[in-house]
């Protein structure tokens, strides 16, 4: 079992976020630029809503007082991303109504900032991302195209109702919000059909997309979380060219700094 001496930036959500890792998918292109800086920790699950992400939270969580603790890394940056399959149709069982979902990512905040959590971690900083517009007609005719077909399970409107959610819960708790629904409606020009060139199926999205988002996370982080952005963290092992040939001695990992 190999030790772990990097900090970690933690990717949790649904499909979209299990399908970062694509080529030129964000979580990817993440642990491209933080090699050697942050490890990149992914952890969407394909088909979960927020309600069944809620529950699987704290698994994948180490609770502070846990007397291994201090021998685990720190998760330094959280993003949050669902809503994409809680924005269901009824009666599909992937279904969360809407005031249930702004629960559900407000109780998945309180456990990671809320002082008496198990959880509580001040030096964790939290991005919320909004589920993707969804392309009805791509993803009409994905659905339709199946053995048996399939009627489609979501509609433009609805899911950017959860889109615009994820915003109002931002503000609320002064969180920043990666907002890809309006980022790629815009690089669309506003035109649902357009999106396709963004999305594999009209729900998932293709390397294109994720550039988008992936350039507007580094974007936020940059704007509010400057000490997280990859040009300011440096590396856990130093350069080679640092290192004293003649004389290497021990080389240690240095320590994220600071610790808030």
Not at 37 to 46: A, E, H, Y
Not at 119 to 134: A, E, F, G, R
Not at 226 to 233: A, E, G, M, P
Request: glycine residues 6%.
């Amino acid at each position: 079992m190999s030790e772990t001496v990097q900090d970690g930036i933690l990717l949790f959500g649904d499909s979209i976020t299990q399908g970062s890792w694509q080529p030129n998918g964000l979580a990817q292109k993440l642990a491209y630029v933080y090699a050697r800086k942050l490890d990149v920790i992914n952890r969407g699950l394909s088909g979960y809503n927020s309600e069944w992400g809620l529950s699987v939270f704290k698994q994948i969580l180490s609770p502070h007082n846990a007397s291994y603790i201090s021998h685990l890394p720190k998760i330094r940056l959280l993003t949050l991303w669902f809503g994409a399959n809680d924005a269901c149709i009824p009666p599909s069982p992937q279904h969360v109504p809407l005031s249930r979902f702004e629960s559900n990512i407000r109780e998945l905040i309180t456990i990671i900032t809320t002082p008496s959590s198990a959880y509580y971690s001040p030096v964790t900083k939290i991005i919320l991302i909004t589920p993707p517009p969804v392309n009805t007609y791509q993803r009409g005719a994905e659905l339709a195209a199946r053995d048996p077909p399939v009627a489609l399970d979501r509609t433009f409107e609805t899911t950017k109702s959860y889109a615009e959610k994820v915003g109002e819960i931002g503000k609320s708790l002064n969180i920043p919000v990666l907002d890809v629904w309006n980022a790629l409606y815009d690089a669309a020009g506003h035109d649902e059909k357009a999106l396709s060139q963004f999305m594999d199926d009209g729900l998932h999205l293709n390397g294109e997309g994720y550039e988008i988002a992936y350039n507007l996370l580094i974007e936020t982080i940059k704007t509010h979380f400057s000490q997280l952005h990859y040009d300011n963290i440096p590396m856990v092992f130093p350069p080679w060219a640092e290192i004293d040939w003649a004389n290497p001695g021990p080389l240690t990992a240095r320590k994220f700094a600071p610790d808030t």
